[in-house]
């Protein structure tokens, strides 16, 4: 019978030892999602610090079972300190190889300038959303956390999660196809042109 998150932090708390498995449960999931918003070169620094601040906040822990959203939470906070560089890296967000092009594979030609348009675009989206929906969209893109969890980790609403995330995906979809924001805009309708009368 494995022991939940909750029940580890609270036995932390008078021996301070014990946490080192909330450390071994969660650690790679907080790296990856730290690669994913900052690369690797600053991943190590905010994993580190994450579970260091969660340490000294282990107290406020108020989940009974998984830490994750919590310990995500943490590491978005932190991660505003690097807001330039995220930012920087949603912009020059491109594929190394896509340069490294063999002249007989025309097809594959068109498809990786296709899909180095569409990273631009969606790069250049990224950097643009408020960080708030940007943190919504990531935690549950590269974090995998359920709607209640980045509540949970963001101190939020699961309403104001739903919303951030349906606002973040329609920026992307209307970046990666300008026209896609068009039909939706109809669709809820905007489209104010009078509809063809029957006789």
Same mark, same amino acid.
């Given at each position: 019978?494995?022991?939940?998150?909750?029940?580890?932090?609270?036995?932390?708390? *008078? +021996?301070?030892?014990?946490?080192?498995? #909330?450390?071994? =449960?969660?650690?790679? &999931?907080?790296? %990856?999602?730290?690669?994913?918003?900052?690369?690797?070169?600053?991943?190590?620094?905010?994993?580190?610090?994450?579970?260091?601040?969660?340490?000294?906040?282990?107290?406020?822990?108020?989940?009974?079972?998984?830490?994750?959203?919590?310990?995500?939470?943490?590491?978005?906070?932190?991660?505003?300190?690097?807001?330039?560089?995220?930012?920087?890296?949603?912009?020059?967000?491109?594929?190394?190889?896509?340069?490294?092009?063999?002249?007989?594979?025309?097809?594959?030609? *068109? +498809?990786?300038?296709?899909?180095?348009? #569409?990273?631009? =675009?969606?790069?250049? &989206?990224?950097? %643009?959303?408020?960080?708030?929906?940007?943190?919504?969209?990531?935690?549950?893109?590269?974090?995998?956390?359920?709607?209640?969890?980045?509540?949970?980790?963001?101190?939020?609403?699961?309403?104001?999660?739903?919303?951030?995330?349906?606002?973040?995906?329609?920026?992307?979809?209307?970046?990666?196809?300008?026209?896609?924001?068009?039909?939706?805009?109809?669709?809820?309708?905007?489209?104010?042109?009078?509809?063809?009368?029957?006789?």
């Amino acid at each position: 019978m494995s022991i939940s998150d909750g029940d580890i932090i609270s036995r932390s708390l *008078d +021996q301070g030892a014990v946490f080192a498995e #909330i450390y071994d =449960r969660h650690e790679r &999931a907080v790296y %990856r999602y730290a690669v994913s918003r900052l690369g690797a070169t600053h991943a190590d620094d905010v994993t580190s610090e994450t579970f260091l601040v969660a340490f000294d906040r282990r107290e406020s822990f108020s989940g009974s079972g998984d830490a994750r959203p919590w310990l995500l939470g943490i590491a978005t906070t932190l991660m505003k300190r690097h807001v330039r560089l995220e930012v920087k890296a949603w912009k020059g967000l491109l594929a190394s190889d896509l340069g490294q092009i063999s002249i007989d594979e025309f097809d594959v030609i *068109d +498809q990786r300038l296709d899909a180095r348009t #569409i990273t631009k =675009r969606m790069g250049k &989206a990224l950097a %643009r959303l408020p960080a708030g929906d940007r943190d919504v969209l990531l935690l549950h893109t590269y974090g995998d956390l359920s709607y209640e969890a980045i509540g949970d980790a963001l101190s939020i609403p699961v309403g104001t999660v739903r919303s951030r995330l349906n606002r973040a995906r329609r920026k992307l979809r209307t970046a990666i196809d300008p026209a896609a924001g068009l039909d939706t805009k109809e669709d809820h309708g905007r489209d104010l042109a009078p509809s063809p009368s029957t006789k």
